[in-house]
């Protein structure tokens, strides 16, 4: 009989154990960086952006299927070209318990605006924003744009009276300087996931925030971030099962990945277009032996460098075969892309040292590239890669890679553009190539908030007109031929040298369902444990 | 001439060297490592730093012994970017000899200079010297040569660090080494001292200077150059090992643990030979001058045996 009652107990034990729902969820995963500050208006780079996006909300958002949806706003309407009202959610509140509401709204977009802010160009797109009542604003635009909650949605919202308590009205510059700033270490937004503990370059610590108002799919109650910057060492940690998930997988792991057991890579064509971009307005390069006059000015020269690129072996020796070769800045995802465009400069060796001594350079010169080397799939092995092919028309490229935290901090706009000659990628946040030829094509223009991202300030008028034109047009058809007219000037005048698309290339465990968003952002509220 | 190689013939060591087959061995394998990576930009089938001769579609070419793809051009495999494995080992090897044996000329000389003045230099001298030696005998030289690599790299701007890393490097691992030969020389130093040479000359009024180079100095330098011949080998696993966490030399003049460590991220994708080929040239280069380094000790000095 007493055996009996024992069994009985454990038994009950176990059927309670197992039927509890406050089981804990952890969530492990690794990027190759660390987030750099958690100032959600600090650096406008996707994987900080993706990564804040689980702690601060924006009045849109993207799906799974990066489809566009209300988000800290209900609804919007466009009722004049170049007006917008957006109705703001009621009842949401941040998670050090202030209300959202228009005044939050209203601030954030200033704060975007501020001397320190990386989100200058997409805060720019909004001329006025004014309050109607405490959940409804208007938004009035420089000129129509079609596109500007898809801009929005990268746009993250704080908490006015938080941030003025804690004196952060203004944003961290990431070039550093301001470590005393209070939202570079603390976050408050509205999302499902609320910082707890943050070490910078070591650990970032999150876990489930009750109050949210939506109701995200997943099941995790606490994530771990560490970030892991050996690759190896990385594809170790999944494999023994340290982590749940972890990104990028290095492209030559896959293999490894798919014979290990209890392991699987994940990947997908992503929409970043990796390219070289060249200073190809000052007067004297910064970083090379020629001085007084720019080569790079000299579209010979450009042109020069575009075909020496041999793509194809980038292709199939740096990646592996994973990536899409691209003659073009957006990717076939993105609005506005267009296959006849998009063929690759051909490589021709011969063809470059002819341009280069037409030139005035029969000997080449010699110039540094700035590179990061845990930013993108491959970065330093690209830039060490282009700087052989550079090398044999005589071209000698000095390769300085560095972490993306101190490569941001040189190349940005905060820091004047310290560049000759670089490696970036770029999916517009929009998935529309209006972004593209506002940021990367349009001259640089701080007024305008234009041109923002084009470090070299290739510049060419024409661009500029179409680029203000694409932004108000609304017949796709015609919208499409300015685009193409765009590119086709960029191309010819080799504004930039695009070299491919990037593979998504994640690792998971088993057991872990995930949605790969292909602008290589994880979203946690797509993340269910088994 | 004749007579001096005779003498050597007949000599104790020659004796040992010749009865001892792993000696033996090892003196090959270094004198092959040395002689090839001396006459490394000679010797090396192709010059795996200069960009204009290296393609990138050569690019994670396995060895030649893999039928399918092995390529004649490349005996060991390419890396990936290209560069003929041999190569880069020959040029690697190179590197990692000569900061191994400038830092051990380094803290040789610095070791017995100290050690000179602490054993000649009466004891408040002596107590100065011994306890800053006791004070670095606490840490472990890594973390000091780690420290040294770490201010310098901040104190001195990028371009320029890589252009000095072989000589902040020499500087790192020397310095952390110096107490084992000021220890030594101190020890013989005060032997010496109390004799009656050294006092002979102390009373027809030698300089002390004169006295520790003419006289000391050539009595107590034996067992130092022994201590350096097993210092050779720990001085280049440093270099290695500063290297392979990345602060020590540049993948642009890699030594051998710089190879090692870029080899690395390609162990799981089966590109073996990146990484193991220069491993194993490291392992028999350390092996081998250790090997002779402890028999030079064993048959120089019989009283530590």
Same mark, same amino acid.
């Not at chain 1, 609005?335 to 080449?364: Q, R, V």
């Given at each position: 009989m007493k055996t009996f009652t024992k069994r009985l107990l454990a038994v009950a034990t176990l059927a309670i154990l197992a039927a509890s729902p406050l089981q804990a969820k952890t969530f492990k995963w690794a990027f190759q960086g660390d987030v750099q500050s958690l100032d959600p208006h600090a650096l406008n780079e996707t994987f900080t952006m993706g990564f804040m996006g689980n702690v601060y909300e924006a009045l849109s958002a993207y799906t799974d299927d990066l489809e566009l949806v209300p988000a800290l706003a209900e609804s919007w309407s466009n009722p004049e070209p170049s007006k917008w009202i957006i109705k703001l959610r009621k009842g949401v509140k941040f998670q050090e318990g202030g209300d959202f509401n228009a005044d939050d709204v209203i601030f954030s977009w200033k704060r975007c605006l501020s001397e320190g802010s990386d989100m200058k160009g997409r805060a720019g797109l909004i001329k006025e924003m004014k309050k109607i009542d405490d959940y409804t604003v208007e938004a009035i635009t420089p000129s129509p744009n079609p596109i500007l909650m898809q801009e929005m949605a990268w746009l993250y919202i704080m908490d006015k009276e938080w941030s003025?308590?804690?004196?952060?009205?203004?944003?961290?510059?990431?070039?550093?300087?301001?470590?005393?700033?209070?939202?570079?270490?603390?976050?408050?937004?509205?999302?499902?996931?609320?910082?707890?503990?943050?070490?910078?370059?070591?650990?970032?610590?999150?876990?489930?925030?009750?109050?949210?108002?939506?109701?995200?799919?997943?099941?995790?109650?606490?994530?771990?971030?560490?970030?892991?910057?050996?690759?190896?060492?990385?594809?170790?940690?999944?494999?023994?099962?340290?982590?749940?998930?972890?990104?990028?997988?290095?492209?030559?792991?896959?293999?490894?990945?798919?014979?290990?057991?209890?392991?699987?890579?994940?990947?997908?064509?992503?929409?970043?277009?990796?390219?070289?971009?060249?200073? #190809?307005?000052?007067?004297?390069?910064?970083?090379?032996?020629?001085?007084?006059?720019?080569?790079?000015?000299?579209?010979?020269?450009?042109?020069?460098?575009?075909?020496?690129?041999?793509?194809?072996?980038?292709?199939?020796?740096?990646?592996?075969?994973? #990536?899409?070769?691209?003659?073009?800045?957006?990717?076939?995802?993105?609005?506005?892309?267009?296959?006849?465009?998009?063929?690759?400069? #051909?490589?021709?060796?011969?063809?470059?040292?002819?341009?280069?001594?037409?030139?005035?350079?029969?000997?080449?010169?010699?110039?540094?590239?700035?590179?990061?080397?845990?930013r993108y799939v491959n970065d330093e092995?690209?830039?060490?890669?282009?700087?052989?092919?550079?090398? =044999?028309?005589?071209?000698?490229?000095?390769?300085?890679?560095?972490?993306?935290?101190?490569?941001?901090?040189?190349?940005?706009?905060?820091?004047?553009?310290?560049? #000759?000659?670089?490696?970036?990628?770029?999916?517009?946040?929009?998935?529309?190539?209006?972004?593209?030829?506002?940021?990367?094509?349009?001259?640089?223009?701080?007024? =305008? =908030?234009?041109?923002?991202?084009?470090?070299?300030?290739?510049?060419?008028?024409?661009?500029?007109?179409?680029?203000?034109?694409?932004?108000?047009?609304?017949?796709?058809?015609?919208?499409?031929?300015?685009?193409?007219?765009?590119?086709?000037?960029?191309?010819?005048?080799?504004?930039?040298?695009?070299?491919?698309?990037?593979?998504?290339?994640?690792?998971?465990?088993?057991?872990?369902?995930?949605?790969?968003?292909?602008?290589?952002?994880?979203?946690?509220?797509?993340?269910?444990?088994? | 001439m004749k007579n001096t190689i005779a003498r050597a013939a007949d000599s104790d060591l020659w004796y040992s060297f010749r009865r001892s087959p792993i000696v033996m061995i090892s003196a090959v394998i270094t004198l092959v490592i040395v002689s090839t990576s001396l006459l490394a930009p000679w010797v090396a089938p192709h010059d795996p730093f200069n960009l204009v001769s290296i393609d990138l579609m050569d690019a994670s070419l396995p060895p030649v012994w893999y039928a399918d793809l092995g390529d004649s051009r490349f005996l060991l495999g390419t890396d990936d970017q290209g560069r003929d494995i041999l190569s880069t080992i020959l040029y690697g090897s190179r590197i990692s000899l000569i900061i191994g044996m400038a830092s051990v000329t380094f803290s040789l000389i610095l070791?017995?200079?100290?050690?000179?003045?602490?054993?000649?230099?009466?004891?408040k001298v002596d107590a100065f010297i011994m306890r800053i030696a006791d004070i670095q005998l606490s840490f472990p030289a890594i973390l000091i040569a780690l420290l040294i690599d770490g201010v310098a790299r901040s104190i001195l701007p990028r371009d320029m660090h890589d252009q000095v890393a072989v000589y902040v490097l020499i500087f790192a691992i020397g310095i952390s080494g110096w107490v084992q030969y000021a220890r030594t020389v101190r020890g013989s130093t005060m032997v010496e001292k109390s004799k009656e040479y050294v006092q002979?000359?102390?009373?027809?009024?030698?300089?002390?200077?004169?006295?520790?180079?003419?006289?000391?100095?050539?009595?107590?330098?034996?067992?130092?150059?022994?201590?350096?011949?097993?210092?050779?080998?720990?001085?280049?696993?440093?270099?290695?090992?500063?290297?392979?966490?990345?602060?020590g030399l540049p993948p642009t003049t890699p030594s051998l643990g710089t190879l090692i460590r870029v080899g690395n991220d390609y162990l799981f994708s089966g590109e073996w030979w990146i990484t193991i080929f220069p491993g194993i040239a490291l392992v028999l280069l350390a092996l081998s001058v250790n090997l002779l380094g402890d028999w030079l000790r064993d048959t120089l000095n019989p009283k530590i045996q």
């Open positions: 003025i308590e804690h004196k952060t009205a203004e944003t961290t510059n990431v070039k550093g300087g301001e470590e005393g700033n209070y939202a570079n270490m603390h976050a408050n937004g509205t999302g499902p996931f609320i910082i707890t503990d943050r070490q910078p370059d070591v650990k970032t610590i999150f876990k489930r925030n009750e109050n949210y108002w939506g109701n995200p799919k997943t099941n995790i109650t606490e994530g771990i971030f560490t970030p892991v910057k050996q690759a190896a060492t990385r594809v170790a940690a999944l494999i023994s099962g340290e982590l749940d998930l972890i990104y990028p997988v290095p492209v030559q792991d896959w293999k490894r990945l798919e014979k290990a057991s209890g392991v699987k890579p994940l990947s997908g064509p992503e929409a970043r277009t990796i390219f070289l971009g060249m200073d #190809s307005s000052r007067d004297e390069l910064l970083y090379s032996n020629i001085k007084g006059k720019n080569p790079l000015k000299d579209v010979r020269v450009r042109k020069a460098f575009a075909h020496a690129l041999n793509l194809e072996a980038i292709h199939k020796k740096v990646m592996r075969g994973a #990536s899409t070769p691209a003659g073009l800045l957006v990717a076939p995802q993105v609005n506005g892309f267009s296959e006849a465009l998009n063929t690759p400069y #051909s490589y021709d060796p011969e063809l470059s040292k002819k341009l280069l001594a037409e030139a005035g350079y029969p000997d080449g010169f010699e110039i540094t590239i700035d590179c990061p080397n845990n092995k690209i830039c060490q890669a282009a700087a052989g092919m550079l090398a =044999k028309i005589g071209v000698k490229v000095e390769v300085f890679a560095q972490p993306k935290s101190k490569y941001f901090a040189k190349v940005l706009a905060q820091n004047n553009y310290d560049t #000759s000659f670089y490696l970036l990628g770029w999916t517009p946040g929009s998935m529309d190539s209006h972004n593209v030829l506002i940021n990367l094509l349009s001259c640089q223009n701080k007024e =305008k =908030k234009m041109g923002t991202f084009n470090f070299g300030n290739y510049c060419n008028a024409e661009i500029d007109a179409l680029t203000d034109k694409v932004g108000s047009e609304t017949n796709p058809a015609k919208r499409q031929a300015m685009i193409d007219k765009a590119f086709k000037i960029a191309k010819d005048e080799v504004a930039y040298l695009p070299i491919h698309q990037q593979p998504l290339s994640w690792g998971v465990r088993d057991g872990v369902s995930v949605s790969q968003r292909a602008d290589n952002v994880l979203d946690l509220r797509s993340v269910v444990l088994q | 070791g017995v200079a100290l050690g000179l003045v602490s054993g000649y230099g009466g004891p002979a000359a102390q009373v027809i009024g030698v300089r002390p200077i004169a006295i520790l180079w003419r006289h000391i100095l050539p009595n107590v330098m034996g067992p130092v150059l022994v201590i350096g011949a097993i210092h050779l080998a720990i001085a280049i696993i440093t270099e290695a090992t500063l290297s392979f966490l990345g602060v």
